[in-house]
């Protein structure tokens, strides 16, 4: 548990650079959500913790990430969201070439407990520097902007 929600920022980055899918998921409540960057939903304490070694393994072998300050806003007094920028570096393509550095911005909802905080809900977000939204055409979908 953490003292603060904001701890999760910090515990996050240190549980990541030392590629600890278990610290990480260490992290979340039994029964948490997570949503990453594509969409993919994971339900539980244990899907988390899978799916994150899994990345350690095979997608981010010896990446870092760096975390931004935290942003906090309290729902009453046992709730919060923490919202944090990040910068991922040392990911790979799947041929095991260096992939180009990302970031992109955390959202995590946190619940306040007898022994501190834990985090129930958690979405992470790529920045897509220049562009709106995305669309779908072909069978394919790409970031675009509509501004000119």
């Known amino acids: 548990m953490m ?34 960057v594509v969409g993919r939903w994971w339900h539980d304490r244990d899907r988390i913790r899978e799916a ?10 010896g990446s870092t990430i760096t975390m931004g300050t935290p942003r906090v806003r309290m729902i009453g007094d046992r709730a919060a969201t923490v919202h944090s920028k990040w910068r991922l570096r ?25 022994d501190g905080w834990i985090t129930v809900a958690a979405q992470n977000t790529d920045i ?18 509509y501004r000119r």
């Open 3 to 36: 003292q603060q929600p904001e701890d999760v920022v910090r515990r996050w980055e240190a549980a990541w650079n030392s590629a600890d899918a278990e610290a990480l998921a260490g992290l979340f409540a039994e029964d948490a959500e997570f949503v990453n």
């Open 90 to 114: 040392g990911q790979v393509s799947p041929a095991g070439e260096p992939a180009d550095e990302r970031e992109g911005i955390f959202t995590f909802v946190l619940e306040r407990r007898e």
């Open 128 to 145: 897509v520097r220049g562009a709106e939204t995305h669309i779908s055409t072909g069978g394919t979908r790409e970031s675009i902007s």
């Open 52 to 61: 994150h070694a899994y990345g350690f393994s095979t997608i981010f072998p």
